[in-house]
């Protein structure tokens, strides 16, 4: 999830325009509807929940009976086309494994077990599947295949399909999917539409309370599509899928089409009603956004989710938004958003020190740049998971201090007894405040030995403290060279290097970068994919999202305790401290975010009166007939 396309990828609803669930996956227990079942594991007796879906903590909102989610509307018209002017490009229609650089839209053709409710915190309800069975202590589950499921070509979902489906993610999926998976300890198929999956247990004997969800989102493929044909390698021939879309055109890197299923088996699941109502979606590819803005306004894209501030206060202005052609909207969400901000390599000896990276965080008029670059539409970002519920606040107290404490003399005393603040920028104390900030900043590195000498940092060899800033957009280049400008009064030479898409993500892959401005993005209900982000095991691991290289016992025992949190209090509270811990310990300088979901639309494209939990979901958008 590293390339230019990625804030769509995260931020808007569509399954190909909202957070990657691979990737920030979560877990559940239901009772609604539940009959009781008695069966045996490792030998004790347990108790199996039949159910509908399944929630990570907690009871499902949903009846068994719901007839809908409460953020569509079932009477939307089918019909018309959405368009979308998308920046970046792709060579791959098969978004299931490492390689290529897949299409937008795709989730729209692929279906999974369990479909998510976006209105809650992480709820799975029927798909392919139409009810499952789960252990009482999550280590197993069983999933009864819908009798409708189809693939496109009329032949029925199987069993078989699912196992086919996970050997070839705990084989060639990304590494984080590997890593799930892996924990998969027997798979069987007792008949045709039923598979048995039940789960190993963590080295301290406890149970991995998130994979039964994880598997309920395993992307489904056919088995007998791929016979003959190799699942590891990039391909722009369409593949089989159960999905509400198929694909009915592509021109390699600068356009895709789907159609609607006018068949499409799952029309009438309650996980389906009021949603995929267009019949065609084309993504038309742009290499410059400014373009794609262009496009849009001139009638080339009916939606369009705007991430640059600067270009939603004056960028939009003309006859279509006058005469009313395209309406302009900020929809608030009360998910998470992305953690974005400028990483420090730990790996590298200049970061190693805490001290050396709390400095940097000091030098910098970041109200300045909000007010200048951003139009001030933006929040400074100030936890690992801003927006939500889930950031630390105040002083740690209830859930959280209880997971700290065991850890409190390898914290720093500050954490207990002083709230985490960012460096006031300059704003509210004026110049004086940032040059005290500055002050500070040299104070920090002299206790980490460094000196200025010349107008220059060095170490005590005389070795200068210089370093590279690597990026692979251009607009991100207003921040990166104000940040490095603001350090030069330290005597720090900061270089700011833009590279191509591909030499990046390599660079990124094999962790040789001093610092990047990246982010790491999470749903309300995170879990093993914290593990993937900051545990010690990923820093080593080529390919991990643990950019920074943290490596903390503590982050480590956090991290691993929210995936067995078993309710939303413990689940909170874990997390508010694990972000707390990742905040003291300045493994990047936090940049911004934005509160809303700001959106361009025809005013020929409707939308539901409800918005849920994570934001606009642009799948239940209709088009005027």
Not at 291 to 304: H, T, Y
Not at 448 to 456: L, S
Request: proline share 7%.
């Amino acid at each position: 999830m590293a390339r230019p396309i990625l804030l769509l990828l995260i931020l808007l609803a569509l399954p190909a325009l909202r957070p990657a669930c691979a990737e920030v996956l979560e877990h559940g227990m239901p009772i609604h509807g539940i009959a009781m079942h008695a069966s045996v594991t490792h030998g004790i007796a347990m108790h199996v929940n039949v159910t509908h879906g399944i929630a990570m903590h907690g009871d499902l909102a949903l009846p068994p009976d719901f007839a809908a989610f409460p953020y569509v509307d079932p009477a939307a018209p089918k019909g018309g086309t959405i368009r979308q002017a998308v920046t970046g490009s792709f060579d791959s229609l098969h978004p299931h494994i490492v390689k290529g650089v897949p299409a937008l839209g795709l989730g729209y053709v692929f279906e999974t077990l369990l479909a998510r409710s976006w209105d809650e915190p992480f709820s799975l309800y029927g798909l392919l599947a139409d009810r499952v069975e789960v252990a009482g202590d999550r280590s197993a589950i069983t999933f009864h295949i819908n009798g409708k499921a189809r693939w496109h070509d009329g032949t029925p979902v199987t069993a078989a399909d699912v196992l086919f489906s996970l050997e070839m993610q705990r084989r060639y999926g990304t590494p984080n999917r590997r890593l799930f998976y892996a924990k998969v300890a027997s798979a069987e198929a007792p008949d045709p539409r039923t598979v048995r999956f039940a789960f190993a247990s963590n080295p301290d004997g406890t149970i991995d309370r998130e994979m039964p969800l994880l598997m309920g989102l395993m992307p489904i493929h056919s088995k007998a599509f791929w016979d003959g044909r190799d699942f590891n390698r990039t391909t722009l021939e369409p593949i089989q899928g159960s999905g509400p879309y198929r694909i009915a055109a592509v021109d390699p890197g600068r356009r895709i089409v789907y159609e609607r299923v006018r068949d499409y088996w799952g029309r009438d699941l309650p996980t389906r009603v009021g949603q995929f109502n267009a019949d065609r979606l084309e993504f038309d590819y742009y290499r410059d956004d400014s373009v794609a803005l262009e496009a849009f306004k001139a009638g080339q894209g009916d939606i369009r989710y705007e991430s640059d501030p600067a270009k939603w206060a004056t960028g939009y202005d003309g006859p279509a938004l006058r005469e009313g052609r395209f309406l302009r909207e900020e929809l608030p969400n009360r998910r998470p958003e992305l953690a974005r901000g400028l990483i420090f390599n730990t790996r590298r000896p200049i970061f190693a020190d805490v001290r050396v990276r709390r400095a940097l965080g000091m030098a910098t008029d970041f109200d300045w740049i909000g007010r200048s670059l951003f139009h001030g539409l933006l929040t400074r970002t100030a936890s690992y998971y801003p927006n939500s519920d889930l950031a630390a606040r105040r002083l740690p107290e209830g859930e959280e201090l209880r997971a700290l404490e065991p850890f409190r003399d390898r914290l720093p005393p500050d954490l207990f007894i002083r709230p985490f603040t960012l460096p006031d920028g300059g704003t509210g104390s004026g110049p004086a405040g940032l040059r005290a900030n500055r002050r500070e900043a040299l104070r920090l590195l002299e206790q980490a030995g460094w000196r200025v000498h010349d107008g220059r940092l060095t170490d005590a060899a005389g070795n200068r403290f210089a370093f590279e800033i690597i990026l692979s957009d251009p607009s991100e280049e207003r921040v990166a060279l104000e940040f490095a400008r603001s350090l030069e009064p330290l005597g720090i030479e900061a270089r700011v290097r833009t590279v191509d898409s591909a030499q990046f993500q390599g660079r990124l892959d094999s962790f040789d970068f001093d610092m990047t401005l990246r982010w790491w993005a999470s749903s309300l209900s995170p879990g093993n994919e914290q593990l993937y982000y900051y545990g010690s095991d990923a820093a080593g691991q080529e390919g991990s999202r643990n950019l920074a290289g943290i490596r903390d016992p503590v982050v480590d025992a956090l991290a691993r305790s929210i995936a067995v949190a078993t309710t939303r209090e413990e689940l909170v509270g874990r997390v508010r401290a694990l972000d707390r811990v990742l905040l003291w310990g300045h493994y990047m300088v936090p940049l911004f975010h934005s509160p809303v979901d700001r959106i361009a639309r025809r005013s020929t494209l409707h939308r539901p009166a409800t918005t849920p939990l994570y934001g606009p979901m642009v799948e239940s958008w209709w088009v005027a007939p």
